[in-house]
Structure formats: C-alpha cells, structure tokens
C-alpha cells in the first residue's frame, strides 16, 4: 500500500508570493491533516479536511488555506509569503480522522522564503 | 506555561543503553497520549499510542503515563543506533480530533555504536 505523498518536497520562495502544497493521503483515507513543523515552535496543527470540508483549523492566520477533493487529495495554500512562513509542511491521514493510531505522515514538504 | 514541555536534548546514548525521554504537560484534560519517532528528512512514525495511567510495552519501547504528575515517558531498552532519531511526545483531548492534538518540541537522540 503505498504511504502519503507530498510534492513538492522542497521548494524555494520570495516574500510576498503565494505557494500551493499538494497531499495525496492513503488510498482509502478521508481524513487529511496539515502541519507546520519549525525548530522554534515545532510541530503545530494548520488544519484537518474529511470528505471534502475543513472540520478543524489551529491557530494560523487567514493566509493559510486548504481544500479537499472528491478523491480526499488536499492542497494547502499560503499567500503573501512572509519569511517566518518557513518550514516543513506535513500533511497526514487518516481513515476517519478521530483515530490516531492510524494517522500516517507524508514526508513534507520543505519550503524556504527568502 | 506551554502545554506540552519536552527536553529538546540532544541525548547520546551508548549502543546497549536504556534510554528515558520524558514530556509533562500542564491540561489535565490530555486524555491520549503519543510518541512519534522522525528520522531526518522524513516524516513523524507513530510508536506508542496510550490511553490511561500506567505502562504500555511492544518490544523494546515501553511507554508510562502518570496523569497525577501530568507526567509521560518513553523508555527504549538496548538502544540501537537504528534508534537515532527525534521523538516526539503528543497529547489530545478526550474526543478530540487532531484539531487539539498538541506535540512536544521534540528530543533528539543519538545512539553511538
């Protein structure tokens, strides 16, 4: 059964511009969870999607964004890029979301802003 | 005071020895506790995953809870350099969904042949 993948795994930025992630979760996972991971901080929770709605969001301003599709591939998408925006970026899923023992992580993506 | 406090090492450890990583939290309203193993470049693993007070073993790892200290470890016996490697700690609400899973900053490991 092949893992959660993310693409791209890395990339590079300038200040201001707008970045689209991409997650394609375990065949048969719903549940797709976004996270930003720093050394500072370290790993914060951006936001969950199941089938398609956004059911739980962190603490992150309105720049941070995402969806979910029909076939639960999501995207997380930051506009206006600001230097401390970056990171590795984890996306992880699930089968319903409510379960931990099956949440999986995708291996991020690392972006860089300069 | 954060939430979730772990000791960001670095810890090194010779091959063979126990190794003790530790987390306490402040919300006595964490009722599931978690360690996630994440090697370089890669993706958090989930170890251990427990409920209650009191231990949980599968293999070499060994996770203990104490939810009157707000206190959680993760023992790993006769450490392997395959064991080097960042762990982190994370906890949720009861009936919560990730949206309040909180993690540790993490420990890095490294296990010296």
């Known amino acids: 059964k092949a893992g959660v993948t993310q693409t791209p795994r890395y990339l590079i930025k300038t200040r201001g511009q707008q970045v689209t992630l991409s997650c394609s979760p375990i065949?048969?996972?719903?549940?797709v969870s976004w996270y930003q991971q720093t050394p500072g901080q370290g790993l914060q929770f951006l936001f969950e999607y199941f089938s398609e709605t956004q059911r739980n969001k962190g603490n992150f301003p309105g720049r941070f964004s995402g969806r979910q599709f029909s076939n639960s591939r999501s995207e997380m998408n930051v506009s206006t890029l600001e230097l401390g925006d970056s990171a590795l970026y984890l996306c992880?899923?699930?089968?319903?979301?409510?379960?931990?023992?099956?949440?999986?992580f995708g291996p991020g993506t690392r972006l860089l802003v300069l | 005071q954060k939430e979730v406090e772990q000791d960001p090492g670095p810890l090194s450890v010779p091959e063979g020895a126990i190794v003790s990583l530790n987390c306490t939290y402040s919300?006595?309203?964490?009722?599931?506790f978690m360690w996630y193993r994440q090697y370089s470049r890669k993706g958090p693993e989930l170890l251990m995953y427990t409920y209650s007070s009191g231990n949980k073993e599968d293999g070499r790892f060994t996770a203990q809870v104490d939810k009157s200290s707000k206190y959680i470890s993760l023992f790993i016996r006769d450490s392997q350099p395959s064991d080097s490697a960042t762990y982190l700690c994370?906890?949720?609400?009861?009936?919560?969904?990730?949206?309040?899973?909180?993690f540790g900053k993490g420990t890095k490991l490294s296990v010296k042949p």
């Open positions: 994370a906890m949720i609400n009861y009936g919560g969904s990730q949206g309040n899973l909180i």
């Open positions: 992880a899923s699930s089968l319903t979301g409510g379960n931990q023992e099956t949440q999986y």
């Open positions: 065949s048969g996972h719903r549940s």
């Open positions: 919300n006595s309203a964490f009722q599931y």
